[in-house]
């Protein structure tokens, strides 16, 4: 059974970098067809998908974060991470980490998400 | 992007009810919709993919149909857990979107 969890600061300041982890047990984030994905939900707001990455190391962005927005692996500790720079209060969400088994299948597995406040 | 606009926003509605949530795409994204369940201060739970395919342990009461650019996720007989955010989201292409959600509350 594959288990995703994010960690990381639960405040950042404005102008700042956000930086996540997801821990991936269960699985290898190197092995498979498997695309590892970012998605953020602020409070009382639907889901915006950030970008993912395969396990390969190839990245795919959503173009309205792209320009601030850069998430990399760390095979040998089974982890994926973003980074999202330049933060104002609108990047304030619950960031998932979550998984999806092939180019464009749905989102499986998920992670329980973690809060990021963005405030001085 | 492709949009994605579901109705209604909030639903009311009691046990043992069928109800029917629609979603329609902004361009045709042939049968690449899925369907979640979130629930307060939960993750999304994946229900169906490729808009009419139950994921497993998903109750049978649960169902989707569409092709193109209109969708449905219809719930046969409503139980209690079932009360609970709807979401529904596009695959076809990048960046893959979603839903504004339907709230489904207890009439």
């Known amino acids: 059974q594959v288990q995703l969890q994010e960690s990381g600061p639960g405040l950042v300041k404005p102008s700042q970098t956000l930086s996540l982890t997801c821990t991936v ?12 994905t970012w998605i953020r939900q602020p409070a009382g707001k639907g889901l915006e998908w950030i970008g993912r990455i395969y396990t390969s190391g190839s990245t795919n962005y959503n173009p309205s974060l792209k320009s601030r927005v850069t998430i990399s692996a760390d095979t040998s500790k089974n982890q994926f991470s973003v980074k999202l720079n330049s933060v104002t209060a609108a990047d304030t969400a619950v960031y998932y980490c979550a998984r999806s088994y092939n180019w464009n299948s749905p989102f499986d597995y998920w992670g329980q998400g973690t809060l990021v406040t963005v405030s001085s | 992007d492709i949009q994605m606009t579901q109705s209604p926003s909030s639903l009311s509605a009691s ?22 369940q979130q629930k307060p201060g939960k993750a999304p739970k994946f229900l169906i993919y490729a808009a009419s395919s139950l994921q497993s342990g998903v109750p049978s009461r649960f169902s989707g149909s569409g092709s193109g650019t209109d969708f449905t996720l219809t719930i046969s007989s409503l139980q209690p857990e079932d009360f609970a955010t709807y979401y529904c989201q596009q695959s076809y292409s990048m960046p893959f979107t979603f839903g504004q959600g339907t709230k489904l509350e207890i009439k």
């Open chain 2, 15 to 36: 046990v043992g009810d069928r109800v029917t949530i629609t979603c329609r795409a902004s361009q045709s994204i042939n049968n690449y919709l899925n369907w979640y």
């Open chain 1, 25 to 36: 047990s269960g699985g290898s984030i190197s092995s498979g067809s498997y695309y590892w």
